[in-house]
């Protein structure tokens, strides 16, 4: 596939994903699943514009429009040719057909051309000329009856009406429309142009016919100015055009009698022939060829706009943050240790027995300061507070050796229980008749503090992993901090 | 081809927001599982967060380490006398641990966490700075030192633990921990995700330009759908003002007419809501969606505004060429028998017709006394602040996020409002054709359309910056 091949190639495949666009939107779905993963952005689109392209099929759509659209222009050049062709005959060679009238078959070509060439380059450099509105539904209708002609079938693709404005709009719409409207409005006048070219050369190869000049408000000087200026050209090449005193005799009702008459009717021949093709057709067969490369450098360069919120969403699809998840290290143990407690109950009397080690776990300073005092009255060395392994290995050691059969353990009651925890309690039991107490401390009642709620039934749960009975739980709230908390709502108050 | 890898392991103590980090990290809310207790997380699992077609980065999730004390107490009292650990460091004694794992089934979840340790580039240690500094944390930042990794710290949850930042930060220095991040995996800073990346650039000098290339896409990806997402909201209020019903002079009429205007700018509104929740990934069940309340306004025609004006000329003018320009092809086709005057009749034709086009609607409806309705400025105020706040909000979303974003309580500030407010709205108001369900048959001029969006989104750009 050549170079140029694969840029049409490409060129229709970003049509192709446009038109999917405006199926879909205003989300891409999320139908067309594919690896995409290992493909840059643009390669990926058009991966997926295939697989999309197999359900939607608007490549088939977008080339019918092209065929249509090429039809219609292929029947207007047609008729253009046409009606140049018979404007030479109706309007420009006498009814007698032995006289032509050179400054009308000028004004005839030349002018409206060169009239049709300003509106368009006022058209061309103007901002907001083109309204496409009228023009789109216009052409709708005109090409929708084009195809009804055409295939006799109503069978539309569901998105034809939508696709067809999508494809007006991206041909001759802001991108590429001043360049294809350009190139289509040089090709009919080229056209029309032709068709006279070739008609005036029928006519004047069959007929012989007089070159004259008629004007009622112009005086000869002008004519002899505008003959002059048009033979400029002609003359550098030599060709072999009126002269000035040709141009003079050529006036109205004055019959060349010389020998040399038919030499003056070639030449008008040659600089009529010559300003059709030099004046007229070739500029428009140029522009024609510079819009027809204009619009082929268009498609090339045609890109997609990912910056629409379609093509985002669409790059999050195709190119998704989180490519896959996966388990690398599975849990092969059974996930049923937990046992379930559905109700939160603790004893909120109860005793401490008098002979008994106590210990705290992960107390912060108001919390400790909280246990100690509720210890004091049954123990009287301060609480150790197991914060990290140093502290968890002296606790160990002192409760081996202790041979303490009631253990007393501290917590706040709004810390996570953990397994590390777990563990510990069961590390402490190390003869089967260790009772295990704990206390859970807190700075407000359960009741009025949901989370709180939770956290207890949590404690009361791994509690009963730990084989610690409810009538061993209990739950004290700090009464300093409640009034505290009593004492800054009074003060409030 | 395979893919050049890059391993993160989230490691920390229970429920410290690992999961949630990563969820936020991968806008993925189905990574994982969360929940407020310890021991959520059981398995190692990992993500792949795309760079490119040949690079991804790889972060591992796992489970919290709930046991640190005993766990340091056993390896470091494991042994590493045997001759097949070379260095006798403490690798070779996390190792060694390993080796022997079968001996403590209790240490199952953390001995997961020490091979994720021992098998990835870098490790994140995740810290919920609400929770006081203990001890153990020590204990586990110097079971991750063993693993001779670098480590960034990640303070988690830094809005609701402010207080205690400071506190984390200066034990952290004493640890030699200085590269440490602030994040929130609820409350959602995107800066502070790059902040992550950066450090991880600063730590893994060799992996740079691929940490460079994690940077720039991210930063790409955030630009891309933050202009994105302005561009609907731009959409949304020119379509919105835009939007109009015709009714009678009567009481039934207006009230039809204004269901369907309310209807249709619910609709318009719910549709740039489910794009702009796609653009973030979130779901519509984040969100509690709560109607808008629309008041209806009166729209007239005012062909002496200035912009009315402005177009009026354009068009008159433009239609007059192309009417000129129909003329001269029908003096062509009659041989210039007509020039000028087909042109001159062309051009009158064209303007005529134009005019005809874009305001007999209007003209019609002011003749036979019908109304048109529309959104008033302080519904489309309301509108415009809710998008940008609902905006904003999406953006400041962690995916680990549980609770609903509420529409009703989303904080529209009513006072600012753009300079050109009022411009856009009456530009918009103009051109009904611009909203598809008006069915209006006026000219496109889409072209004018878009323009009008990329003014209100290089506004939105503006604010954005500012």
């Known amino acids: ?493 | 081809m395979d893919k050049q890898l890059l391993s993160v392991a989230v490691v920390g103590h229970a429920n410290t927001g690992k999961t949630s980090l990563i969820r936020t990290l991968l806008r993925d809310a189905s990574f994982g599982e969360i929940a407020n207790k310890a021991g959520t997380t059981r398995h190692v699992e990992g993500a792949e967060i795309r760079i490119d077609e040949h690079q991804n980065l790889v972060i591992y999730d796992t489970p919290g380490l709930e046991d640190s004390m005993h766990l340091l107490n056993i390896i470091d009292n494991t042994p590493i006398e045997d001759s097949k650990f070379e260095h006798k460091d403490e690798i070779d004694r996390l190792l060694a641990f390993i080796e022997r794992e079968h001996e403590f089934p209790e240490l199952n979840q953390e001995i997961k966490v020490l091979k994720a340790l021992l098998t990835n580039d870098l490790i994140f240690y995740v810290i919920d700075v609400r929770e006081p500094i203990l001890g153990k944390y020590r204990d586990e930042l110097k079971i991750l030192s063993y693993a001779a990794k670098p480590i960034i710290p990640v303070l988690n949850f830094i809005e609701a633990g402010t207080t205690n930042i400071d506190n984390w930060q200066a034990q952290l220095a004493r640890l030699h921990l200085h590269a440490f991040v602030s994040f929130d995996s609820v409350v959602f800073r995107f800066a502070d995700e790059m902040k992550i990346y950066h450090k991880m650039r600063t730590l893994l000098a060799h992996r740079e330009e691929q940490l460079e290339a994690l940077i720039q896409q991210r930063q790409q990806q955030w630009q891309e759908r933050e202009s994105a997402a302005q561009q609907l909201i731009a959409t949304l209020l020119v379509e919105a003002a835009a939007c109009r019903f015709k009714a009678d002079n009567d009481e039934q009429s207006i009230s039809v007419a204004s269901e369907h205007l309310q209807t249709a700018i619910r609709s318009l509104e719910s549709q740039t809501l489910s794009q702009l929740l796609a653009l973030y990934q979130f779901k519509q069940q984040d969100i509690d969606q709560y109607d808008l309340p629309i008041e209806q306004g009166e729209w007239e025609l005012d062909l002496f505004s200035s912009d009315n004006l402005q177009e009026f000329g354009i068009k008159v003018t433009s239609n007059f060429v192309k009417g000129a320009g129909v003329g001269v092809a029908v003096d062509i086709f009659a041989a210039g028998m007509t020039l000028g005057a087909a042109a001159m009749t062309g051009g009158v034709m064209g303007a005529l017709w134009g005019v005809k086009q874009r305001y007999y609607d209007e003209i019609e409806a002011s003749i036979k006394g019908h109304r048109y309705l529309c959104a008033d400025d302080l519904t489309l105020h309301v509108l415009w602040a809710r998008q940008l706040s609902l905006l904003s909000a999406l953006q400041q979303r962690g995916h680990a996020s549980v609770n609903k974003l509420s529409l009703q309580h989303l904080d529209s500030n009513k006072d600012i409002l753009p300079k050109y407010w009022s411009k856009w709205l009456s530009r918009a108001r103009q051109h009904p054709q611009w909203v598809t369900l008006n069915k209006s048959d006026q000219p496109k001029l889409k072209e004018k359309k878009v323009l009008l969006i990329e003014q209100i989104t290089t506004y939105l750009t503006s604010l954005k910056s500012n």
């Open chain 1, 1 to 493: 596939m050549s170079k140029g091949d694969r840029l049409v190639d490409l060129y229709q495949h970003r049509l192709i994903t446009e038109g999917i666009r405006i199926i879909e939107k205003p989300s891409p779905s999320n139908n067309f699943n594919a690896d995409y993963n290992h493909l840059s952005f643009s390669d990926a689109l058009l991966k997926r514009t295939q697989l999309a392209e197999l359900r939607y099929q608007v490549g088939p759509v977008f080339l019918h429009f092209q065929y249509l659209i090429k039809l219609f222009c292929a029947l207007m050049c047609v008729v253009f040719l046409c009606v140049g062709a018979s404007s030479v005959s109706h309007f420009l060679v006498s009814e007698k057909g032995s006289q032509i009238n050179f400054f009308w078959a000028i004004i005839l070509f030349i002018v409206p051309n060169v009239i049709s060439l300003i509106v368009w380059v006022f058209l061309y450099f103007k901002r907001y000329a083109f309204n496409f509105a009228w023009l789109t539904n216009l052409s709708v209708s005109i090409i929708g009856l084009l195809d009804t002609f055409h295939h006799k079938v109503n069978t539309k693709h569901p998105y034809y009406t939508a696709l067809f404005r999508y494809y007006f709009e991206h041909r001759f719409g802001k991108y590429m429309g001043k360049a294809q409207l350009s190139f289509i409005s040089h090709l009919w006048w080229s056209s029309y142009l032709l068709g006279a070219t070739l008609s005036l050369l029928l006519v004047l190869a069959t007929h012989q016919v007089d070159f004259i000049w008629q004007t009622t408000i112009l005086n000869e000087g002008a004519f002899l100015w505008l003959t002059q200026t048009l033979t400029y050209l002609p003359e550098l090449l030599s060709i072999n055009v009126p002269s000035p005193s040709d141009v003079s005799h050529a006036s109205i009702g004055i019959i060349n009698p010389l020998q040399a008459a038919q030499d003056i009717r070639v030449s008008w021949s040659n600089l009529l022939i010559f300003s059709l093709m030099i004046y007229a057709l070739l500029p428009r067969i140029i522009l024609l060829l510079t819009f027809y490369q204009r619009i082929k450098s268009k498609k090339k360069h045609f890109t997609i706009d990912f910056s629409l919120p379609y093509y985002v969403q669409l790059k999050s699809l195709l190119h998704p943050i989180t490519n896959a998840h996966f388990i690398k290290d599975a849990d092969q143990q059974k996930a049923s240790e937990e046992m379930k407690v559905n109700n939160a109950h603790y004893n909120e009397a109860l005793v401490l027995p008098e002979k008994m080690y106590p210990f705290a776990i992960e107390l912060d300073e108001k919390c400790l300061k909280q246990a100690n005092s509720h210890i004091k009255a049954h123990y009287e060395e301060p609480l150790i507070n197991i914060l990290d392994n140093q502290s968890q290995q002296a606790v160990l050691s002192q409760l081996s050796s202790s041979k303490a059969e009631n253990i007393v353990i501290y917590v706040d009651v709004k810390r996570l229980p953990d397994r590390g925890w777990l563990r510990l309690v069961k590390q402490c039991c190390y003869e089967s008749n260790v009772t295990v107490y704990l206390i859970l401390l807190g700075e407000q009642s359960v009741d009025v503090n949901s989370s709180l709620s939770v956290r207890l039934q949590d404690w009361i749960e791994i509690a009963a992993q730990a084989r610690i009975s409810t009538e061993n739980i209990t739950y004290l709230i700090n009464n300093n901090s409640l009034s505290d908390d009593i004492k800054n709502e009074v003060e409030i108050g």
